[in-house]
C-alpha cells in the first residue's frame, strides 16, 4: 500500500511537471505571435488602454508620428507648402491594400454627413495653440459679462472644451491626426465630411487659413473611401459674387479628385453639395441673383451649379430659402429646443414644407451640447448626453421623418461639446473634464455605426 501511494504521489508530481511546462510552452508561443502582429493590424483599441489617457494619446498616433516629429524638432513651425508632399509620402508608405481596410471597416453611408473642423494647432506643427486657447466669450450684457471670468485657456492642460481628445491638443496639420480622423469616421459608418471651410487666406476670429489643408484631408478621406463636401463659413463679405468665384474656385481645384461629393439628384444629375452656414444672414434677394435661373450672378445650368443647402434657424426662414432660390435646409445646431429648426417636434412639419416644395431636409442630429468652457454663462443651452440616449433620441427622430439625409453636428466641434471623436477622462488641477463613462471613448461612433446600420435598413422599407 505504502508502495503504490509513493507510485502515484511521483506521477501526480510529474504530471503537475508536464501541464506546468505545457502552459509555458502555450504562454510563450502566444507572446511570439504579438510581438510579430502589426501595431495597426486590428481596428479596436488595445486592452486596457482607457485607462490611461496620456499613454492612449501616444499609441492611437500612427508610426509616421516620430518622423514628423523629428523634422519639425528644429524648426517647430512647419511649413504648410511642405505639408501636403509630406502627407501624401507618409500616406503611400502606410497604406494597407484596399481590400484589407474594407474588411476591417464597416461600409460608409454616404447619406450620412458629419460636420469636421480642420482649425486646431499645436506648437509642434503650427509654431503655437490654435483654437485649444480660445477665449472665454463675454456675455452681451456688462452686468452678467461682470459676474464670470474673462481671458483664455492654457493649453495643453487647460483647453477650450469640457471634455478631453484621445489625441490630445492635436494639430490638424498632423498626417497621423488626420488619418485616425478619417478611420474614426470610417468606423462610425459615415460617408460624407461636411469640412468648414473659409476662402483662401481668411479664417474665423480665432483660428488661421485652413485651405491648403484640403488636398491632404481628400487624400486621406479617398483612403477610406470617403467622400468631402464644404461647409461655407460666413466669411467677410459673402455676397452672390464671392460666392459664385468660391464655388468656382471649389470647383476647379478641387472637383477632379475622387473624395470630392457629388450627389445624385432625382434626374440622375450628379452635382456637388455647398452646406451654406447662416445663410439667413444675407437677404434672398442677394442669394436669388446667385440661386435662380434668372438671376444676375446665375450659377444655374452652368458648370459650376451645385445643391445648395442653407441653415433654418427660424420657422420663417424657410420661405426666405425658398425665395432664394436654395435647394434645402439643414438645421446644424445639437441642442433640442434651442431653435425652432433644431427642435425635434418641429421636423415632420419641416419635411413637409420641403417636399412641397422639393427642397431637401436634412435634419442635423448631435450627442449633446455644452459649451461653458467658452461661454461660461451659458449653462442653459447644455443639453447633457444621458450615456447615449439624448443622441439616439435625435436619431430616432429624424429617421421619423425619412429623410434622404442626416447630418452629424460634428466629429470634432470640442468648443461646443458636440463631438463624437474619442475623449478619454482627464483630470488637471483645476479642471475636471466630462468624459464618457460609462463607456469606452469610442462610444459614440459605435452609436452612429449603429443608427447607420439601422437607417439603410429602413430606407429600404420607404423606397419600397
Same mark, same amino acid.
Given at each position: 500500500?505504502?508502495?503504490?501511494?509513493?507510485?502515484?504521489?511521483?506521477?501526480?508530481? $510529474?504530471?503537475?511537471?508536464?501541464?506546468?511546462?505545457?502552459?509555458?510552452?502555450?504562454?510563450?508561443?502566444?507572446?511570439?505571435?504579438?510581438?510579430?502582429? @502589426?501595431?495597426?493590424?486590428?481596428?479596436?483599441?488595445?486592452?486596457?488602454?482607457?485607462?490611461?489617457?496620456?499613454?492612449?494619446?501616444?499609441?492611437?498616433?500612427?508610426?509616421?508620428?516620430?518622423?514628423?516629429?523629428? &523634422?519639425?524638432?528644429? !524648426?517647430?513651425?512647419?511649413?504648410?507648402?511642405?505639408?501636403?508632399?509630406?502627407?501624401?509620402?507618409?500616406?503611400?508608405?502606410?497604406?494597407? @491594400?484596399?481590400?484589407?481596410?474594407?474588411?476591417?471597416?464597416?461600409?460608409?453611408?454616404?447619406?450620412?454627413?458629419?460636420?469636421?473642423?480642420?482649425?486646431?494647432?499645436?506648437?509642434?506643427?503650427?509654431?503655437?495653440?490654435?483654437?485649444?486657447?480660445?477665449?472665454?466669450?463675454?456675455?452681451? !450684457?456688462?452686468?452678467?459679462?461682470?459676474?464670470?471670468?474673462?481671458?483664455?485657456?492654457?493649453?495643453?492642460?487647460?483647453?477650450?472644451?469640457?471634455?478631453?481628445?484621445?489625441?490630445?491638443?492635436?494639430?490638424?496639420?498632423?498626417?497621423?491626426?488626420?488619418?485616425? /480622423?478619417?478611420?474614426?469616421?470610417?468606423?462610425?459608418?459615415?460617408?460624407?465630411?461636411?469640412?468648414?471651410?473659409?476662402?483662401?487666406?481668411?479664417?474665423?476670429?480665432?483660428?488661421?487659413?485652413?485651405?491648403?489643408?484640403? @488636398?491632404?484631408?481628400?487624400?486621406?478621406?479617398?483612403? %477610406?473611401?470617403?467622400?468631402? *463636401?464644404?461647409?461655407?463659413?460666413? %466669411?467677410?463679405?459673402?455676397? !452672390? &459674387?464671392?460666392?459664385?468665384?468660391?464655388?468656382?474656385?471649389?470647383?476647379?481645384?478641387?472637383?477632379?479628385?475622387?473624395?470630392?461629393?457629388? /450627389?445624385?439628384?432625382? *434626374?440622375?444629375?450628379?452635382?456637388?453639395?455647398? #452646406?451654406? #452656414? !447662416?445663410?439667413?444672414?444675407?437677404?434672398?434677394?442677394?442669394?436669388?441673383?446667385?440661386?435662380?435661373?434668372?438671376?444676375?450672378?446665375?450659377? $444655374?445650368?452652368?458648370?459650376?451649379?451645385?445643391?445648395?443647402?442653407?441653415?433654418?434657424?427660424?420657422?420663417?426662414?424657410? /420661405?426666405?430659402?425658398?425665395?432664394?432660390?436654395?435647394?434645402?435646409?439643414? *438645421?446644424?445646431?445639437? +441642442?433640442?429646443?434651442?431653435?425652432?429648426?433644431?427642435?425635434?417636434?418641429?421636423?415632420?412639419?419641416?419635411?413637409?414644407?420641403?417636399?412641397?416644395?422639393?427642397?431637401?431636409?436634412?435634419?442635423?442630429?448631435?450627442?449633446? %451640447?455644452?459649451?461653458?468652457?467658452?461661454? @461660461?454663462?451659458?449653462?442653459?443651452?447644455? &443639453?447633457? &448626453?444621458?450615456?447615449?440616449?439624448? #443622441?439616439? *433620441?435625435?436619431?430616432?427622430?429624424?429617421?421619423?421623418?425619412?429623410?434622404?439625409?442626416?447630418?452629424? +453636428?460634428?466629429?470634432?466641434?470640442? /468648443?461646443?461639446?458636440?463631438?463624437?471623436?474619442?475623449?478619454?477622462?482627464?483630470? +488637471?488641477?483645476?479642471?475636471? %473634464?466630462?468624459? #464618457?463613462?460609462?463607456?469606452?471613448?469610442?462610444?459614440?461612433?459605435?452609436? +452612429?455605426?449603429?443608427?447607420?446600420?439601422?437607417?439603410?435598413?429602413?430606407?429600404?422599407?420607404?423606397?419600397?
Amino acid at each position: 500500500w505504502i508502495l503504490n501511494y509513493d507510485i502515484m504521489a511521483r506521477f501526480r508530481r $510529474r504530471t503537475c511537471i508536464i501541464l506546468l511546462l505545457f502552459i509555458l510552452f502555450i504562454c510563450s508561443i502566444m507572446m511570439a505571435l504579438k510581438t510579430l502582429r @502589426p501595431d495597426r493590424a486590428g481596428f479596436g483599441d488595445p486592452f486596457g488602454l482607457g485607462l490611461l489617457p496620456e499613454l492612449q494619446q501616444r499609441t492611437v498616433i500612427l508610426d509616421n508620428k516620430q518622423n514628423s516629429l523629428n &523634422r519639425v524638432q528644429g !524648426d517647430t513651425v512647419t511649413r504648410v507648402s511642405n505639408f501636403h508632399s509630406i502627407a501624401v509620402s507618409t500616406m503611400k508608405a502606410s497604406v494597407p @491594400p484596399v481590400n484589407k481596410l474594407e474588411e476591417e471597416l464597416p461600409s460608409p453611408n454616404y447619406n450620412f454627413h458629419i460636420f469636421y473642423y480642420s482649425w486646431f494647432g499645436n506648437p509642434q506643427f503650427d509654431g503655437k495653440y490654435i483654437h485649444w486657447n480660445h477665449p472665454l466669450l463675454p456675455h452681451w !450684457d456688462p452686468k452678467i459679462a461682470n459676474n464670470y471670468p474673462k481671458g483664455r485657456h492654457n493649453p495643453p492642460e487647460d483647453i477650450g472644451a469640457n471634455f478631453y481628445p484621445e489625441l490630445g491638443s492635436y494639430s490638424s496639420k498632423d498626417p497621423s491626426v488626420v488619418e485616425a /480622423h478619417m478611420k474614426q469616421m470610417r468606423s462610425a459608418s459615415t460617408g460624407v465630411i461636411v469640412l468648414s471651410w473659409y476662402p483662401p487666406g481668411m479664417a474665423d476670429e480665432n483660428g488661421e487659413p485652413t485651405d491648403d489643408l484640403v @488636398p491632404v484631408i481628400l487624400d486621406y478621406a479617398h483612403k %477610406y473611401n470617403l467622400k468631402v *463636401t464644404f461647409h461655407i463659413e460666413p %466669411y467677410k463679405d459673402r455676397d !452672390d &459674387r464671392s460666392m459664385y468665384h468660391n464655388v468656382k474656385y471649389i470647383i476647379d481645384k478641387y472637383g477632379g479628385h475622387p473624395a470630392f461629393y457629388r /450627389h445624385k439628384t432625382s *434626374t440622375s444629375r450628379f452635382l456637388p453639395m455647398f #452646406y451654406v #452656414y !447662416d445663410s439667413y444672414v444675407t437677404i434672398p434677394e442677394i442669394w436669388a441673383n446667385l440661386l435662380t435661373v434668372s438671376g444676375s450672378q446665375s450659377i $444655374r445650368n452652368t458648370p459650376y451649379d451645385a445643391l445648395f443647402i442653407a441653415l433654418l434657424v427660424e420657422e420663417r426662414h424657410k /420661405h426666405d430659402i425658398h425665395r432664394s432660390g436654395f435647394d434645402g435646409m439643414y *438645421t446644424y445646431f445639437a +441642442t433640442n429646443g434651442f431653435s425652432y429648426g433644431s427642435s425635434h417636434h418641429n421636423w415632420a412639419s419641416l419635411k413637409a414644407f420641403c417636399d412641397s416644395n422639393n427642397l431637401m431636409f436634412i435634419p442635423s442630429v448631435g450627442p449633446g %451640447y455644452i459649451d461653458t468652457s467658452i461661454r @461660461p454663462w451659458n449653462n442653459h443651452n447644455t &443639453r447633457n &448626453r444621458v450615456n447615449g440616449k439624448y #443622441y439616439e *433620441t435625435a436619431f430616432s427622430a429624424a429617421l421619423l421623418v425619412r429623410p434622404e439625409i442626416i447630418s452629424i +453636428t460634428s466629429f470634432n466641434e470640442w /468648443h461646443e461639446g458636440t463631438q463624437i471623436e474619442k475623449a478619454v477622462p482627464k483630470r +488637471t488641477g483645476q479642471v475636471v %473634464y466630462l468624459d #464618457y463613462k460609462p463607456h469606452k471613448p469610442n462610444v459614440y461612433l459605435e452609436l +452612429t455605426q449603429k443608427w447607420s446600420e439601422k437607417y439603410r435598413k429602413e430606407q429600404e422599407q420607404w423606397l419600397m
